[in-house]
């Protein structure tokens, strides 16, 4: 029972959850200043997005159980109770958004509730499946779940150029993690009718990575004057790092470490909000 709990914890990807929620709470008391009262339908529009993200997490894993199962280290698991709790959380996340809408009475937000689940399921059945079509939708859903929350909080008019940044860097750095999943589990994917990048034209996937990391530097240099020094140096510098590292797991073709490299920058990029401003 206890493995099954964590198995279960594990498949709903809780280290992603943690680092959604730990961003918001910073963006929420750090980067916009705001008082502890989580007024406006912050909490609950958090709290939605991080229930839709843990259904659209476990549909994933039901619909790609087959492929996944050819895995050496994959663990089975009950499909009809990870059914019920995908709908359970679906729901949740329905309760939650609709409670942040009659709190605001925005059309906006009420369109972006109901379409978030929906994109999620069209990418778990069919976009994941088309080249790069599925990579751009999580990049694309991954940072509106960002920028939804605060958005709503201080509302869609708020300028703040180091937000658009953040944004930025979460959407590239998530597209460049969901490009190396891909070519992590190309050999699993091609036996079971997938059209990924890695699969269709391999060199054009390396191309296109190796891409995306230098632009990770040209956003970095076009938001310089915007940021701190301290905060402008220490991305450059684990930029670079990370990227001397990446073409290292590249040539090894050792992708699982490229990913959690990926990850890495992903989670010192959202701590960086504390410092930001000045």
Not at 76 to 87: C, G, Q, R, V
Not at 189 to 206: C, E, Q, R, V, W
Not at 237 to 263: A, V
């Amino acid at each position: 029972m206890k493995q099954q709990l964590i198995d279960f914890v594990k498949q709903i990807r809780w280290k992603n959850v943690v680092i959604y929620l730990l961003l918001q709470l910073l963006l929420y008391h750090v980067f916009y200043n705001l008082n502890m009262s989580f007024t406006n339908g912050w909490l609950f529009l958090v709290l939605s997005m991080t229930f839709f993200g843990m259904f659209g997490n476990l549909q994933n894993n039901l619909l790609d159980y087959e492929p996944d199962s050819l895995k050496p280290d994959f663990k089975h698991f009950n499909k009809t109770t990870y059914l019920i709790w995908a709908i359970v959380f679906l729901i949740l996340g329905f309760i939650f958004g609709f409670t942040a809408f009659y709190q605001t009475f925005s059309p906006t937000l009420l369109y972006a509730v109901l379409n978030v689940p929906f994109l999620l399921s069209f990418y778990n059945y069919i976009l994941k499946k088309w080249v790069l079509a599925g990579n751009l939708t999580i990049a694309f859903l991954t940072t509106f779940a960002i920028y939804i929350p605060i958005a709503y909080t201080k509302g869609l008019q708020f300028e703040r150029t180091e937000f658009y940044f953040l944004l930025s860097m979460a959407f590239l750095l998530n597209l460049m993690r969901e490009l190396v999943k891909d070519m992590e589990d190309m050999q699993y994917d091609k036996l079971h009718g997938y059209y990924t990048l890695p699969i269709i034209n391999f060199k054009a996937s390396l191309t296109l990575l190796i891409g995306l990391e230098l632009a990770f530097f040209y956003i970095l240099f076009i938001y310089k004057n915007q940021l701190n020094n301290y905060i402008f140096y220490t991305l450059l510098t684990t930029g670079f790092l990370s990227f001397i590292l990446s073409l290292k797991c590249l040539i090894q073709k050792n992708y699982t470490d490229l990913s959690r490299l990926i990850k890495l920058m992903m989670l010192i990029g959202y701590l960086s909000v504390i410092f930001l401003t000045d």
